[in-house]
């Protein structure tokens, strides 16, 4: 009988503290119900006393939720455990995490507290919460650099309070994997009452170590898993689910242990989270990076034909990435698209379907074959857009070897259409410069950057800027085959993606 690993996903709380990943209610829950599908064993949907836009993204994946745990982080404190319990509530299967640092430098410089004050103000949390929920989740932050003695009384005094789960964090990513294993045995071996729980791990990626350091844990007998997708997370992120399920996926003997994800949905989720945080995956990221599984060398493609398993330990279909492309073009119909959007995994409403439909004719008219990687982009660049302020109406350039790029916009706000015309250097630039002079947008662009979605001329052009304004920082993402039209895109989206944050100032990381 091979043990479970559980899944903690915390892709909507730690994964959004990934700097301008910022993710509004829609689109957190659009995430959520593709998490439950993956079959994560706990969604940790936010943090909800950082603000109201947190609050509520959590109540709305707590009442849509139902086979996973939905999980809200608080702080040791009355007020957070209060706000936490509020917006989780609803929830099918709710829980609370809590959370307080174990470290000694930690505990002297940010906290200010003792040991013996940091211990009884986790059990009065942990005991607080006990007011509310059996399922209690207790993180000591910091705790990869506590001292061992000191952490596993701290859990044994929340065990004792009613934590079922204790977690043991890397919060700055710098353990390495051997120590690591070392303190998940040493914890596992000296707190009296861990065999009641179950202890977790939770690693960050700082020397990008955090799958090899979760693996050491599990090694060591740690159960639970915290990951995000894709690894985003704080800084240089967290575990990422995809390497941690496939290597237990692809390793058995070497840890006959199992997870309940599917792991055909992996590269549907994983391409969903990057579209809509905005950040895109390296083409060599493990798993699910655009060259995880191309083969270029001539004697790799040689014996992959002679027989896959000379160079492929995985096999693509495994994660969900099929050879079988999309095979629709201009005279598919609405019927034939729907049924390959919930072959893909999404379950859209007529009037999301409609929409789609409307952009796929448009796409088909341009591009001949259109691909699973355009229907994605369709679905999650135009249908999830839910809540923007500003829409692109209309775009028209003028631009050559000889004459100046002008560019007319015309933008939706507030259902009323408003048209500038601009120039500039080249015709992204005039598009910019009328873009920015119909939205007075003080922001500064940080970075542009564009890239393929697939190969071939006629592919889809995909845009990503990062913006600034004051302290808020937002990505915005664009696709279409006019690359033009693909930037205007993308800065439209960023600069609603602004307006987001400026109504939900507070972010998470401020407040950790
Ligand atoms: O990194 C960390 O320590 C955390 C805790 C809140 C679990 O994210
Ligand atoms: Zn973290």
Redesign the pocket.
């Known amino acids: 009988m091979k043990e479970k690993i559980y899944i903690f996903d ?1 892709t909507l709380r ?1 994964g959004e503290q990934s700097p301008g990943a910022s993710m509004n209610t829609a689109e957190k829950l659009r995430i959520a119900t593709h998490l439950e599908k993956l079959g994560v064993d706990a969604i940790e949907a936010g943090f909800p006393a950082a603000s109201e836009g947190d609050f509520e993204a959590v109540s709305e994946i707590a009442r849509k939720i139902v086979n996973s745990e939905v999980v809200a ?1 608080a702080r040791a404190s009355v007020h957070d455990i209060d706000r936490a319990w509020n917006a989780v509530c609803h929830a099918k299967r709710p829980k609370i ?1 809590t ?1 307080l640092a174990t470290s000694d430098i930690h505990m002297e410089y940010k906290l200010q507290m003792s040991r013996e004050e940091v211990i009884k103000t986790a059990v009065e949390a942990v005991t607080y919460a006990g007011n509310f929920t059996e399922n209690i989740e207790f ?1 000591a ?3 990869s650099r506590s001292d061992p003695d000191f952490l596993c009384k701290v859990f044994e005094a929340v065990i004792n309070a009613g934590a079922k789960v204790v ?1 043991l ?1 890397d ?1 700055v990513g710098y353990a390495v994997p051997h120590e690591f294993g070392k303190l998940v045995e040493y914890v596992m071996k000296n707190t009296p009452n861990i065999g009641k729980v179950r202890l977790s791990v ?1 690693c ?1 990626n700082d020397l990008g170590l955090a799958t090899a350091n979760t693996l050491a844990a599990i090694h060591a007998g740690a159960r639970q898993a ?1 990951v995000t997708i894709n690894g985003i997370g ?1 800084r240089a992120g967290n575990t990422s689910l995809e390497e941690l399920v496939m290597t237990l996926n692809t390793r058995p003997n070497y840890l006959p242990v199992t997870t309940g994800i599917e792991t055909s949905r992996i590269y549907r989720v994983s391409r969903l989270v990057s579209m809509i945080t905005g950040i895109m995956i390296q083409p060599n990221k493990a798993i699910v990076g655009a060259n995880a599984f191309a083969h270029e060398a001539g004697i790799h493609q040689d014996g992959l034909l002679k027989n896959p398993m000379t160079y492929e330990i995985m096999k693509p279909e495994t994660i969900g990435l099929t050879s079988s492309r999309m095979v629709m073009g201009k005279h598919s119909g609405k019927h034939a698209l729907r049924k390959h959007l919930k072959n893909m995994g999404y379950d859209l409403s007529d009037e999301e379907v409609r929409q789609v439909f409307e952009k796929f004719k448009a796409l088909s008219d341009k591009k001949k074959v259109v691909l699973d990687e355009d229907i994605e982009a369709l679905v999650n660049e135009r249908v999830l857009r839910t809540e923007d302020v500003y829409g692109l109406k209309y775009l028209h350039v003028s631009c050559g070897t000889t004459v100046m790029p002008v560019a007319t916009v015309v933008l939706l706000a507030n259902d009323q259409e408003y048209r500038c015309t601009g120039s500039g250097n080249g015709p992204i630039d005039a598009a910019f410069n009328a873009i920015a002079e119909l939205t007075k947008t003080k922001s500064a662009l940080l970075r542009f950057s564009v890239s393929a979605l697939t190969g071939g001329t006629d592919a889809q052009g995909e845009v990503t800027v990062r913006l600034k304004e004051d302290d808020l920082i937002a990505l915005g993402r664009g696709a279409d085959p006019d690359i033009i039209t693909a930037s205007a895109l993308a800065y439209v989206n960023g600069l609603n993606r602004l307006e987001y944050l400026k109504q939900n100032p507070s972010r998470i990381s401020e407040s ?1």
């Open positions: 915390t730690d982080l995490h959370f993180s932050e910091d705790g977690n964090p919060t939770h960050h915290e704080e950790l």
